[in-house]
């Protein structure tokens, strides 16, 4: 089960997704989003941050119920906006959602702690000094070998001579 | 054994957003279903978060139900 972030006071922070009409001009995108702000705000809530509503093609075709006949839509306006309510006054919203008619569809989620926390950076591990040691005495022992490596033509000589015999 | 066709490393996701499609279609198999824990290799409960998105993404449009 999703954790429950909760305050004190039974202040849930929630994340309200919406799709609004296709049929909505521009200056009443601005106020239907408004509605709902202010609805929010009289139930007691606080908005944290929103999506202002984009023209989006659904995947799907969805129909709803107006007046006894199934209306189609292909399009829609989505935005988003997340808040804190009460979670006694959350009913109310919900109630109040049902009955907007601008709305196609909405989605009303409970936002759990890993939502509301950024994502967890990892620090880059920290060089023990051994392991730098252990590092430079490699590199050492690789110059000495390669110092070692570097014979005169002589001594190769001699030392092939030797095995002959 | 390991299977060698999973050469694609998905990514780690902090929360799983209904929105971000993106992510979500990485966990999805060609049919739009979602892939098990075995190719996930998620945690049990990131899996069940995975399933609760990608359900919330389709019942709002964002991702079909099937895919034909």
Redesign the interface.
Known sequence: MAEKHEDKEGVQHYELGYHLVPSLGEDDLALRVEELQKKIASLGGSIVSEGAPQSFSLTYTMRKMRAGKWEKYDTSFFGWTRFTLAHDKVDELKEDLEHNEQLVRYLLLKLDKTALTPPKVRKPRPIKLEEVETEAKELEHKRDEEAKGEVSEEELDKQIEELIK | MTNKQQTDELPQV??F???DVDTLKRFLNPHGRITGRKHTKLSAGDQR?LATAVK?AR???????TIT
């Open positions: 902090h929360y957003d209904y929105k978060k919330n019942f709002m449009g964002f991702l079909p139900y």
